[in-house]
């Protein structure tokens, strides 16, 4: 079975300009996180889906948005970019949320870089 | 909030040293703790996990004690190769829901 995919793998976006990464899950699979790892950072959780229904977010400016379609892969959205924003964007999916925890399994990630 | 601090790398090491690394964690309640490695160019993959208080994950000759005490997750193993070179991050994650949250990582060069 197929991993978690996330395209594009890399891309160059100019200061301004929106962006949109996508993640297709595990195939089953109902959850989907997104997060954002700074160079030399740890990643940074910036949103989890379920079921198409937004179950938590990070700390991130209103510029991030996302959205969960009902075959449960999903887009992040980044408008207004900053230089800042440049950073390798990670997606994880699970099968379900539940009280106790339910293995992530992350994708390979999109390596945003804004100039 | 939930945070989680490991010690800073970079850590080098020659072949079959002893690796440890540090991670203490703060969390409201009770949550389940992680090691993720990353190789150069790809994805987290989760290394071991344990749930609750004095559980250890194992995994790949790797260890990690759930120390409620002292609020520590360390991650050890006994004898390193140079396929272990990588990023190392440890993590949490609460009880309810799956987001992680993350330290900031501790890279391991292991030298032949």
């Known amino acids: 079975d197929a991993g978690v995919t996330q395209s594009p793998t890399h891309l160059i976006k100019t200061r301004g300009q929106h962006v949109t990464l996508r993640c297709s899950p595990i195939?089953?699979?109902?959850?989907v996180s997104w997060y954002q790892q700074v160079l030399g950072q740890g990643p940074q959780f910036i949103f989890q889906y379920y079921e198409k229904e937004e179950r938590g977010r990070g700390n991130f400016p209103d510029r991030f948005s996302a959205r969960q379609f009902p075959n449960y892969s999903s887009e992040l959205n980044v408008n207004a970019l900053l230089l800042g924003d440049s950073a390798l964007y990670l997606c994880?999916?699970?099968?379900?949320?539940?009280?106790?925890?339910?293995?992530?399994?992350f994708g390979q990630g999109t390596r945003l870089t804004v100039v | 909030g939930d945070s989680v601090t490991q010690m800073e790398g970079p850590v080098t090491l020659s072949e079959e040293a002893f690796l440890t690394i540090n991670c203490t964690y703060t969390a409201t309640g009770y949550p389940s703790l992680f090691w993720y490695v990353q190789y150069p160019g790809e994805g987290l993959q989760l290394l071991l996990k344990a749930t609750k208080a004095d559980d250890k994950g194992s995994n790949k000759g790797f260890e990690a004690t759930y120390r409620k005490e002292t609020t520590s997750f360390h991650l050890e193993k006994g004898s390193v190769q140079v396929s272990d070179s990588a990023v190392y991050f440890c993590a949490s994650s609460k009880a309810a829901g799956n987001k992680l949250t993350f330290g900031g990582g501790t890279r391991v060069l292991v030298k032949p």
């Open positions: 195939s089953g699979h109902k959850s």
């Open positions: 994880a999916s699970s099968s379900r949320m539940t009280d106790g925890y339910t293995e992530a399994f």
